[in-house]
């Protein structure tokens, strides 16, 4: 036994009629796949259903699995309290997770609950279930600010789990699509949200979960995307093995997207190991990368190793260029890892004697000190991407005109509130943006009027 199907659903309360109030008609096609689903899950008698929803409680470095002999709800915040759900939790299912050395480094577990009732993410799927079949136990997942690498080998677990147990496992996949699909939708209108739901329907209506990684984090932001790291959990659970997908329904009439897929899982499939595939592909452009460094970037990257490695600074090599020796300017270091920030740190001024400490300074504090992120550990420094931004003089500017987000960073100044974002960054694309996202890492409100200065940058990758 283990996982027999995945199933790809939205959950908008609307599509209740006692929500709905005749709306749902709009999206009966979303309601008949719905059905459809429900139907299937009930012809498989699952024992266990693991649910992923992104409206359960949600940590940056962390999975919520919930707790507990069970859980119930109702749609009162969606003026419908009299329809109510309630479901008994699969506590050796979930022991058993949380027990995997996997999970334990994810990290994952059952702490840190903050509401024991049944989100509506979770609720609207299982309304449709309940319809055909209500005789299994469930397993309710959150999803977390960790990469997508992390969510697929969340899933892989549960996968893994369900086949320890012997579990007839259906894994249910909530998640609507681009919130901003209209201009007059619920939340206005992006280019990106048209072209996510595309992409993401494609690659979801031929199982090809691999594709689930290409999609940068920038870009999913800015299609106002919901469910895509449940999609991902679930490509996870489903790794490895033949599936049969197929592509339901997708509606998008009020300006957020509506998919439904189905994947019946037909034996073995060694080939569709999505993520070790993704891994190689990504080492492979790290050693790319790697070749093709300037001696700026090396020195961060060899600073940032023998720090990571040993807690110890390294001295100037004393084959640095002259200019990284003897020039001072303010220095930046960037890190990423799988495509995601992992570290900045910078100086808007010099406070080394050289650029040269100013980069082994700023690589170290990158790497260990940026409270956003934990330490880099040292399995992490094979992946890392790495580039080093020196700073030309600053000069101020009267008006935002002056700015190009492409050739200029930009500082925000308001008193003692001092803010720097540097110019041509992913997914920063106007102006407007860029003076808005510096004043919120210097604790200015939006609405607050500025002294703006504009510098150029030599980037080093």
Do not use: W
């Not at 100037?316 to 890190?335: D, H, L, T, Y």
């Not at 200015?444 to 504009?454: G, K, N, T």
């Amino acid at each position: 036994m283990g996982i027999l199907a995945g199933f790809m659903v939205p959950h908008p309360p609307l599509i209740l009629p006692d929500i709905g109030r005749g709306q749902e008609k709009e999206i009966q096609k979303t309601i008949d796949a719905y059905k459809e689903v429900a139907r299937r899950i009930g012809n498989l008698k699952p024992d266990t259903i693991v649910l992923c929803t992104p409206h359960q409680v949600m940590y940056s470095d962390y999975f919520h699995i919930s707790p507990g002999a069970g859980a119930k709800g109702n749609f009162a915040q969606f003026h419908a309290g009299q329809v109510k759900i309630e479901v008994p939790y699969d506590r050796e299912f979930v022991e058993r997770l949380c027990s995997m050395p996997e999970v334990r480094n994810l990290p994952a577990g059952t702490e840190g609950e903050r509401s024991r009732e049944l989100d509506h993410g979770a609720m609207v799927p299982l309304y449709f279930v309940n319809q055909f079949f209500k005789e299994y136990k469930l397993v309710r997942i959150g999803l977390s600010g960790l990469s997508l690498i992390k969510h697929y080998e969340l899933g892989e677990s549960i996968g893994k789990t369900a086949e320890k147990l012997g579990r007839r496992t259906v894994f249910i996949a909530s998640g609507d699509l681009s919130h901003r699909l209209k201009a007059e939708g619920p939340y206005g209108y992006q280019a990106e949200g048209p072209e996510y739901d595309s992409r993401l329907m494609a690659l979801m209506g031929e199982g090809a979960f691999g594709k689930l990684f290409d999609f940068s984090e920038d870009f999913c932001e800015k299609a106002g995307e919901c469910g895509h790291r449940s999609f991902t959990i679930m490509a996870g659970a489903l790794d490895k093995k033949k599936v049969q997908a197929e592509m339901l329904s997708y509606e998008g009439p009020f300006g957020v997207g509506y998919g439904i897929c189905a994947y019946q899982v037909c034996g073995a499939g060694p080939g569709r190991n999505f993520k070790e595939q993704y891994q190689q592909r990504e080492k492979n452009r790290v050693m790319q990368r790697r070749e093709q460094e300037d001696a700026y970037v090396r020195l961060a990257r060899k600073t940032i190793e023998t720090f990571v490695r040993t807690g110890n600074k390294i001295e100037m090599p004393k084959e640095a260029p002259e200019e990284v020796r003897n020039r001072r300017a303010g220095v930046f270091v960037s890190i990423k890892e799988d495509g995601r920030l992992r570290g900045c740190i910078g100086t808007i001024q010099p406070v080394e004697s050289s650029i040269g400490e100013e980069i082994i300074s700023n690589a170290i504090s990158a790497a260990s000190r940026d409270y956003r992120f934990s330490p880099i550990e040292p399995e992490e420094l094979d992946k890392l991407i790495i580039s080093v931004d020196v700073l030309g003089d600053t000069e101020k500017i009267d008006t935002q005109e002056e700015l190009d987000v492409k050739r200029y960073g930009v500082i925000v100044t308001k008193g003692r509130k001092r803010g720097l974002l540097l110019p041509n960054l992913e997914g920063v694309d106007t102006v407007e943006d860029q003076i808005a996202i510096a004043k919120r890492k210097a604790g200015i409100r939006e609405e607050e009027a500025v002294q703006l200065e504009r510098f150029e940058v030599v980037r080093h990758f």
